[in-house]
């Protein structure tokens, strides 16, 4: 009976094991914490994306480390490590048991942007489809001369650019209040509000959340609410802290009243204070609107 018992032990370990061979590895997003997870940042830590200790849990940091990541390799910026973004940080095979998929870190964007950039002159190196530091030395000055964004991401507007493709047009891009009615949502769109205009008058932080949507469906800018708040540099409140804070009554109706499609500026995607602002690049934007503190542009 013991030997018998042993026997079934052995055989569903076996089992077990050959299951195992077919499960692809897990999808990471913020929240999650594992092996996994301190294995993706620890590669983050290694490339220069992410600072501070590998710990195995997915917070604010690795979320923006990874959104950093994705811009810079042309994937989706939407903070989630899937797929395609750990075949990029060489991880996939490493966290999967499927050896049947290959993993050469070739990245299809990057060579392509690579050998037009060397055609061009602004790129030496091998097109290996590797963003090291003379891609985004060459993507940045190209950038520069284009009278671009120059955050060197390899993004639709700087592809158009390049002549690897067209700007998807606005219609492909829904704003969150095209049918997001998700809590998260309202709750992270009205922690945004709360932050960063929470002493501003009421259509003031209407306006802030409009922003928000805004950008969600600007292809310059992450398609998700968590994508575009988390951007790095995006938000003072982020950075600061301040959006941590128990929103207030109003920044949740405010919230709401940008997501049902109330937007005071007009479609404007940035916005500043003119008082305290010291971006030049965002103070040399023309305002097109003004409202409480704040002023707005497209």
């Known amino acids: 009976m013991k030997n018998r018992r042993l026997f079934l032990l052995v055989a569903l370990l076996v089992l077990i094991s050959f299951v195992g061979l077919d499960s692809h590895a897990r999808t990471l997003y913020w929240g999650n914490s594992g092996d996994d997870v301190k294995r993706v940042q620890e590669r983050l830590i290694e490339w220069g994306y992410l600072r501070g200790k590998a710990d195995g849990v997915f917070g604010n940091a690795t979320y923006n480390a990874v959104v950093y990541f994705q811009k810079k390799n042309g994937l989706k910026a939407d903070g989630v490590v899937g797929t395609y973004t750990l075949k990029q940080l060489g991880l996939y095979n490493e966290l999967s048991r499927d050896t049947g998929i290959s993993n050469k870190g ?3 964007i ?6 037009i950039l060397k055609t061009k002159g602004y790129y030496a190196g091998t097109a290996d489809g590797i963003y090291g530091d003379g891609t985004y030395e060459a993507v940045t000055k190209f950038q520069r001369d284009n009278g671009l964004v120059v955050d060197g991401y390899i993004g639709p507007a700087t592809r158009k650019a390049l002549g690897m493709d067209s ?4 219609k492909n891009y829904k704003a969150s209040n095209g049918g997001i009615t998700n809590d998260n949502d309202v709750k992270l769109l009205a922690m945004v509000i709360n932050g960063e205009a929470r002493g501003e008058i009421y259509t003031g932080k209407v306006a802030v959340g409009a922003v928000v949507l805004n950008r969600v469906k600007h292809p310059s800018f992450p398609n998700s609410i968590a994508g575009v708040v988390y951007e790095p540099g995006a938000f003072t409140a982020v950075d600061d802290g301040q959006i ?3 929103p207030q009554n109003d920044s949740y109706k405010a919230a709401k009243d940008a997501l049902n499609g109330w937007d005071p500026t007009g479609g404007c995607i940035y916005y500043w204070n003119p008082k305290t602002a010291q971006n030049k690049w965002m103070l040399s934007k023309t305002p097109l609107i003004t409202i409480g503190n704040h002023s707005f542009a497209k």
Do not use: C, F, M, S
């Open 110 to 115: 990057v060579k392509k942007a690579q050998e």
């Open 167 to 170: 700007v998807p047009a606005d």
């Open 106 to 108: 070739v990245n299809t």
């Open 244 to 246: 941590y804070l128990d």
